[in-house]
């Protein structure tokens, strides 16, 4: 199960939104990057890093005896076999490092090799300066087909998410967001439509087409809040025009990704070359599914407001990961029956995820809300009881109970219940504190520091709904 699930934030309660998770960031970053942004000037430009000092050791004695017997390796026997280990390494390095871009065609190996290295120094514009060379060079030439293969969409497109990762590291989001787009229409131009069945090299292009659109937008989308912020011009050479564009993107991922879920891959074309992974690209590239992409578009319009289009695909994503147990769905993207328990967890995660929008709503839909985190806590604390103890599996369940018994406070706070929401908040700082989950801890202890008080006026409204229009959860039973 994948262990980079971001977006455990906890919410006050002022705020009037429950804590979230992501069942998906690969490769995500942060709205306020940390790195400088270095080639762009609509953006500051700090130092381009901080001076690492040498890490040293001095071997030292204060009962030195020049006449002392001499015992065990000395300094020179020992200073040989360090120098001796450190020329191999360095010489496997050497060749790996040969070896392996002597899978690239020869009119962009020794840039390739160069932007690696930079890379690997966090040399982000050497590095940059580099990878753009070699997609230059690579989209120039006549004969793709001929130099880099019949997969050449998908090699090329490496080199463009290569050059695009780096940019985004260094800060130059606007020119990473461009990129990206040049990758994405590479990826689309010419690609079939789905049929009953694909090529694996189809299969991997389109799949790498989806992650792409989805990465394009989020990025758009940090771009456009640099914007809102003044620390951009409103009009730039890169970057999105608006929304509309970055919604446009979104769609285009989810209905793709919809259209192949029930195509077949040819097992007899499943034997590819894997150029792209010499270049190390990011993890969200190989990491899309239709779950992933249902997840993060739902995200989108749950941050736009637009609960209307977040509900249903909260659900569908649920549905997928959860099953009717005499039923499996293959293609490019195949579930497995009975769902496992990371796929059991990630659907805890989305149903946290619904019962936060449903408190985010105005007015507030508490029974709703509340449903939604009960079924989530249940789902999440079985399959956490079905887990090995100790693994990975279990301490993201454990991640998941820890924000449902959070937010589930926080919901019968809202509803006037402080004895039930102080027995939340008690069993989640208890969880927290055995995870480690220091931030929750924090959350939970001031929520327990607040009940203590004369009660105090909320923030959020609160609503009468029938309880008929609650959704029905018997499916996930």
Not at 378 to 384: G, L
Request: proline content about 6%; glycine content about 6%.
């Amino acid at each position: 199960m994948n262990a980079h699930l971001a977006g455990r934030h906890l919410a006050t309660l002022g705020t009037g939104r429950l804590a979230t998770r992501n069942i998906n960031a690969l490769g995500r970053r942060g709205l306020h990057s940390k790195r400088a942004v270095l080639a762009n000037p609509q953006f500051s430009a700090p130092p381009l890093g901080t001076h690492r000092t040498p890490f040293s050791r001095t071997i030292s004695s204060s009962s030195f005896d020049p006449n002392a017997p001499k015992r065990g390796i000395t300094n020179g026997t020992l200073f040989t076999v360090m120098m001796a280990i450190g020329v191999l390494g360095i010489g496997y390095g050497i060749y790996e490092m040969y070896a392996i871009m002597g899978m690239w065609p020869q009119e962009v190996r020794n840039d390739l090799r160069m932007a690696l290295r930079a890379k690997q120094k966090e040399d982000w514009r050497t590095s940059a300066a580099y990878f753009e060379r070699a997609y230059t060079t690579a989209v120039a030439l006549p004969d793709p087909g001929a130099s880099f293969g019949a997969d050449h969409p998908i090699k090329i497109s490496a080199i463009a998410l290569s050059l695009a990762d780096v940019l985004e590291s260094a800060g130059n989001l606007p020119k990473a967001y461009s990129v990206y787009g040049s990758a994405f229409a590479d990826l689309t131009n010419g690609l079939p439509a789905p049929s009953e069945s694909h090529t694996a090299i189809e299969a991997d292009r389109r799949t790498r087409a989806i992650g792409t659109a989805l990465k394009t937008a989020e990025l758009g989308e940090q771009i456009l809040h640099v914007r809102a912020l003044g620390r951009a011009p409103a009009v730039s050479d890169y970057g999105p025009a608006d929304e509309a564009e970055i919604e446009a993107k979104l769609n285009w991922a989810l209905t793709e990704a919809l259209r192949v879920r029930n195509v077949k891959v040819n097992p007899t074309d499943k034997a590819k070359e894997k150029e792209s992974d010499t270049l190390s690209l990011p993890r969200w590239v190989e990491g899309v599914d239709l779950t992933s992409t249902m997840e993060r578009v739902a995200d989108y319009y749950t941050r736009e407001g637009k609960v209307e289009y977040a509900v249903p695909l909260y659900l569908n994503a649920i549905s997928t990961l959860l099953p009717p147990q005499d039923k499996t769905t293959g293609g490019l993207f195949t579930f497995t029956s009975p769902p496992s328990i990371a796929d059991r967890c990630k659907a805890a995660t989305l149903m946290n995820n619904l019962s936060s929008l449903f408190a985010s709503t105005t007015p507030v839909n508490i029974p709703q809300a509340t449903a939604w985190a009960q079924k989530a806590l249940e789902v999440a604390q079985k399959a956490e009881g079905e887990s090995k103890r100790g693994s990975e599996d279990c301490l993201e369940c454990q991640h998941v109970v820890a924000v449902v018994l959070f937010n589930l406070g926080m919901l019968n706070e809202l509803n006037k219940e402080p004895g039930k929401a102080r027995s939340c908040y008690e069993r989640a700082l208890n969880l927290s504190k055995v995870i480690g989950m220091h931030d929750a801890v924090a959350e939970a202890e001031e929520a327990l520091g607040r009940l203590q008080t004369p009660p105090h006026k909320l923030l959020m409204s609160l609503a009468l709904v029938d309880h008929s229009a609650i959704l029905n959860m018997e499916h996930y039973e």
